[in-house]
């Protein structure tokens, strides 16, 4: 044996290593995800992890590592080590992500030329939102400040030193194309002429789903490569859990009930930070107070209501009032998912969290809001409407 006995094994999901612990009080650890087996895991399964002699095993994904061998960087089979050492080497991600340095200035120049206004003046939002998401984007890039309406462009723009995450700018992308129908999203019966783009199965866990196939602008195509989202005219497999965060209608995409959506629901409930739960324990709890203040304003504003016109609205009766609030609090729950949570992460650690766009009315966030809600107070169905 090379190494002290082991004591216990275990999976550390803040850090998201396994941590190995010996009689003599040393510690060794490793990322889980590097290990051959564990890339595309939940953290249930990785959290499964079992000692067993001088080993490791994951009895439900039927794998298992030495523990001397990763103690010597060995995470796996030669092929396997060999293809992580080059994919390490040129910076990318299990989710294929490009390195920033090849799509920071398309993005850039992409929501600039296509955002309504223009770099002299600035950009409007105009409260759409696409473009609101895209002025955001501007600004996380460090080209612009934020104004009550959009955008103005700094002076002297600069990136910053933590960039926005990567799939959330490629999310800005698309809405801002599909927004400007700069991309169009087919049916499976549509046709037309060329600047086709996804004509394969892009969704292997979704049978029938064989035509994930767009028209696009070739200016669209071309930031879509540099972001990763595009391989030639094929969507590659970091594209696929992104466009979850547009759902086009035309393509029906049910994600809901793909094996890493059910999974990462048990993984956000499980592995809910205690910050989270306070705060989603919060908005469940409705007072008395609660329901006074919002009469009270409701009274004196009713939802921008004349005034004149609300003295001959009927009350509203406290049981209408509460469901009101809870209708409200469901948004607010929407926005813990939208700034914590990603799928293929689950719950960000605060660094991680202060790096990603609002994308609100994300429909992923969103199914995902739902559904934890549901698991979590099945007694409140309001909060998963």
């Known amino acids: 044996m090379l190494h002290p006995p082991p004591s216990r094994a275990r999976y550390d999901r803040r850090s998201g290593a396994i941590i190995f612990e010996f009689y003599n009080g040393s510690t060794f650890m490793v990322p889980a995800r590097s290990l051959e087996g564990l890339a595309d895991a939940s953290e249930r399964e990785i959290a499964g992890v079992e000692l067993i002699g001088e080993s490791v095993h994951w009895e439900s994904l039927n794998v298992d590592h030495k523990i001397a061998l990763l103690m010597n960087g060995i995470f796996g089979s030669p092929v396997f080590t060999s293809r992580l050492a080059r994919t390490t080497s040129e910076g990318l991600s299990g989710l294929e992500e490009p390195p920033s340095d090849e799509w920071v200035g398309p993005v850039i120049e992409f929501l600039s030329a296509n955002l309504p206004g223009d770099r002299e003046l600035g950009w409007e939002h105009h409260f759409v939102t696409a473009y609101q998401i895209g002025c955001e984007a501007l600004v996380a890039l460090g080209q612009a400040d934020e104004t009550t309406h959009g955008a103005v462009p700094r002076d002297n723009p600069a990136l910053p030193a933590i960039l926005p995450r990567w799939d959330d700018v490629a999310t800005a992308v698309i809405y801002l194309a599909a927004q400007n129908g ?16 996804g004509a394969r199965n892009q969704a292997p866990h979704q049978p029938g789903n064989e035509m994930w196939a767009a028209r696009a602008d070739p200016q669209v195509t071309s930031v879509l490569r540099s972001l990763g989202l595009l391989d030639g005219y094929e969507w590659t497999t970091a594209s696929e859990t992104v ?55 409701v009274n004196q504003k009713d939802g921008g209501v004349p005034k004149q016109s609300v003295a001959r609205m009927p009350p509203k009766t406290p049981d209408e009032v509460r469901a009101t609030i809870y209708w409200i609090r469901s948004h607010d729950f929407d926005e813990l998912f939208y700034q914590f949570w990603r799928i293929g992460e689950g719950w960000l650690p605060a660094g991680e969290a202060k790096r990603t766009l609002e994308i609100f009315n994300d429909p992923l966030a969103i199914a995902m809001r739902r559904a934890v809600a549901t698991r979590l107070y099945p007694d409140l169905p309001r909060l998963a409407e």
């Open 182 to 197: 700069l991309i169009t999203f087919l049916g499976c019966d549509d046709a037309g002429p060329a600047q086709r783009v």
């Open 243 to 297: 466009m979850w965060r547009d759902s086009p209608v035309e393509w029906q995409i049910d994600f809901t009930s793909d094996p890493r959506f059910i999974d990462a629901v048990n993984d956000a409930c499980e592995y809910m930070p205690d910050n989270i739960r306070e705060k989603i324990d919060r908005l469940t709890r409705i007072t008395e107070d609660d329901i006074a203040a919002h009469s009270s304003g």
